[in-house]
């Protein structure tokens, strides 16, 4: 324990060096690590970057540090995380997609950036799949609707036949128009006809679940694990989940789209790279990729965070990034 | 366990050697990352969170805790000595705290800043132990509407922060709310007023706008007229310490400035910024020596620098008892907490009373850090000032810069920085209230997103703002705030027209 604190003291006091002299971090550090793995394996000479498009301590950002730890214990390098904010993903995606096709520069990415955006903005460099590289599938993580738990409705029958008896009458608390809560409720609307009162709080930080558990709006759709806490005090009761199959953090938890088909869009979470890699580093990238996802650490931290591990990789993974496309596009041209 | 037991054993678990330094080292990189234009808490916080993961929990999260403490005070130490807010919670600072280092002061002003974080943090840890249960619901008596009232009332009430005349205030403040307008529509994404640029999508970023108007006009002040900044020539400890009648005029705004902060750090949005204002306003108000205020008067920095620690650690409250991060600061503590395997929400007091217990002993043992590590080191930050001026303004100007690009790494905001430079000259020279700018630039979007999410909730019904009790009073406080001093003083004069000499002498009473 006393090493573990010593060695943040030093990482520290160095990270505050750096920072004062406006510097590169990690240019100085070479002290690479001895190579492992089998000979065919592609070896990097130098630290891989892994940029995640979203900030230090967001949701997203421990999925991609997970994936970024294990890429480092696995190649025998540092890999450097960056975290690139901003612009719905697109600004750290771009910064994946533009990167030199060495190897060196990878990262995380997800489906509303790169199945989403690129019909919001033309101008973005990856419109097709063709213009990445589709290392692997991290996970899917659904959304599930929730009430305050004052709230009359028992089960999702109940909630439903209010809703559809009392169009637009029910508050829907989101954390923002477009996020993914905000899609799987649009897209109940479209394939169910009913009609919700979406709210969208922009603020993020709990700001929706606030508002339902103080009984402001009625409703919420979320990530099972914000919701947990308050799930387990007794404030919220998860009433479905937009998923296609059985949520293991809820496992008696009805299934959305088992009523409205189709009515089901699950966050999910890439590792890509830039296009045209060289074959050798290429595989080795595709080879050790999935053998993360599919390791015990990977599965155990998914678990843990309600995530739901499925490692499809390059084709199959860029068939469903395309898949998507044309529900995104449905969604853009409804209006409700 | 009652309260009293429960921060006993905190503080039981966090007096190791390893929690000790690991508050001490984030206490100082913080101050350091603080002292630093353009590196807030948050900005602190992300830096140090990658390196938590590998600590244990605890240790983890005392040290991000020192990091918030630490930035705060450095953030409001160059707000003192170079009228450079750091961040925003210290732009009320400069006011007061520049104005006593250009009297000399400068000594002062930071001893009562590091005692008044001190004590404000002891006051608001014993508030969050004490009442923690009883105050965690508060936020739910807070909705969209409530905070239209807390925000846009707030606005109006804050933007007299500076003095002046009316039109001194509100001109700033609707500059700032306009530039608040700026950027990615929140609701629906869409681009407004960003003429092409990309990089304005993000819109203005605060320290640009913050240290061009403050800092990077002072310089340009300063070089119009030399005679302006203050050279020190020798630092004596006496004259580093607050005298016997500053101390004395330091207490009751640091007892008023903590409870303002705890309370604002019961609620989501920008509650150190909000409530170091409206301990300033507060002091404006109440305090015996209102009339010095702005000119260098140690209650003007007493105030808000309790304020913004006591807010601080408010936020505990909600973060701990909800599991909801109110700041981007606790944002990042909860998620260091996920990663160790710790799920913050209602049930964290039950369930891992060891982690509840000594994060919040580690708020008051980073508070004491602070006040150890910060006080024997107002002697050099007052150094500072016996740099001569041919060096230390452009040292100044390189610092500002740099931090102005790192906070997104944009070149734009190297242009903003100086464009606010020269307006903050300008509105200066005319005698506007820069610190009303802030504000609006502060609370504008916050205005803007809490009506959105009440018309949303309300499917368009403007009467939904006034249908709670809540904010009604907070609507008719601000009402009163803003229109009673004038109609006073009108009715005041009439009075004294009609029978002068008798009611004069009740008035001045």
Redesign the interface.
Known sequence: MKKHTLRGALAAASALALVACGGDAGTDDTDVAAAGGDEARWQPERPITYIIPYGTGGSTDPIGRQFASQLEEELGVEVVVENREGGAATIGTTGIVTAAPDCYTIGLSNDTALANQPLLNPDLPFQTTDDYTSLVKLADIPVVLAVDADAPWQTLEEFFAYVEENPNEVGYATSGVGGTPDTNAKLLEIRSGLELNRVPFSGGGGEALTAVVAGEVESIGTYYPSMQGFVDSGDLRPLGVFYNEEYEPVPDLPLIPEIYEGAAKPSAYYTIAPANLPEECRDTLVEVSREIVESGEFRAFAEENGYVVDPIQLEELAAEIDEYRPIFEELEGSDA | MNPIEGLLYGLELVFT???L??AF??AA?GT??GV?PG?GPVAG????????????PA??LI?IAGVYAGSMYGGSTTSVLMNMPGEAASVVTAIDGYEMTRKGRAGPALSIMAVGSFIAGTIAIILVTLMSPIVAEV??????AEYLALTGGGLLVLARVAGGSTASGYFPMVLGVLLGTVG?E????VFRYTFGLQEL??GFSLVPVAVGLYGIAEIFLIMEDPERATRIKSVKLRELLPSREEWRRAWAPWGRGSLIGFFFGLL?GPSATLSSFAAYRTEQAVSKNRDRLGKGAVEGVAGPEAANNGAAVGSLVPLLS??????ATF??M???M??Q?I??????IEQRPDIFWSLIASMYVANVMLLILNLPLVGVWVSVLRIPKSLLMPGIMVIAV?GAY?TRFSPLDVWVLVIMGALGYLLRKLDFALASMIVGLVLGPFIE?HL??GL??S?GDFSYFLDSGISIGIWSVAVLVMLGGPIWKLVRRRIVGEESDKVKLEVED
Do not use: C, D, N, W
């Not at chain 2, 929140?186 to 994404?189: A, D, H, R």
């Not at chain 2, 799920?343 to 964290?348: C, F, K, T, Y």
């Open positions: 050697p390893e929690l330094l690991a080292v984030g990189a350091a990352i630093l590196l916080a992300a830096l140090i969170l990658p390196l938590t993961f590998t600590l244990p240790a983890g040290m936020a739910f008596l807070f909705g969209p990615i929140q609701v629906t994404g999508a993000l989501p909800l599991g909801l991060p109110f700041s944002a990042l909860l998620a260091a996920v990663v395997g799920q913050p929400g209602p049930l964290l740099i790192s997103k959105r999410e949303f909730l499917r």
